[in-house]
Nanobody, 125 residues
Framework: VQLQAFGGGLVQAGGSLRLSCAAS???????IGWFRQAPGKEREFVAA????????YLAESVKGRFTISRDKALNTVSLQMNSLKPEDTADYYC????????????????????WGQGTLVTVSS
């Protein structure tokens, strides 16, 4: 499985960005997750989606502001980020894990096998 994240950039607080994760290979058995890492901080879970069933799970810190979705035809997973805050500033990474359903392991980075490169999101105040 190969993953490529893109769509980061500079945005003012309150603005929106849409990140995408392009996946190739045998992705139909994988959960796709988004994580982020701010300077000097640990990488943290943001959101996850089951590739086949469309079940999702979001971190409390982004619920109501972020939405994760998938496009089967394009083989991509998107993270729509609205009402952005300066504390959302981080490198955002997409990753893939098995099994393909959402469970409590979906929030832990150690269970993710494949990682894409990060895309930087900067939110100015």
């Amino acid at each position: 499985v190969q993953l490529q994240a893109f769509g980061g950039g500079l945005v003012q607080a309150g603005g929106s960005l849409r990140l995408s994760c392009a996946a190739s290979g045998r992705t139909f058995n994988y959960v796709i997750g988004w994580f982020r890492q701010a300077p000097g901080k640990e990488r943290e879970f943001v959101a996850a989606i089951s590739w086949g069933g469309g079940n999702t799970y979001l971190a409390e810190s982004v619920k109501g502001r972020f939405t994760i979705s998938r496009d089967k035809a394009l083989n991509t997973v998107s993270l729509q980020m609205n009402s952005l805050k300066p504390e959302d500033t981080a490198d955002y990474y997409c990753a893939a894990k098995t099994p393909s359903f959402i469970d409590n392991r979906s929030t832990y980075r150690r269970y993710y096998t494949y990682w894409g490169q990060g895309t930087l999101v900067t939110v100015s105040s």
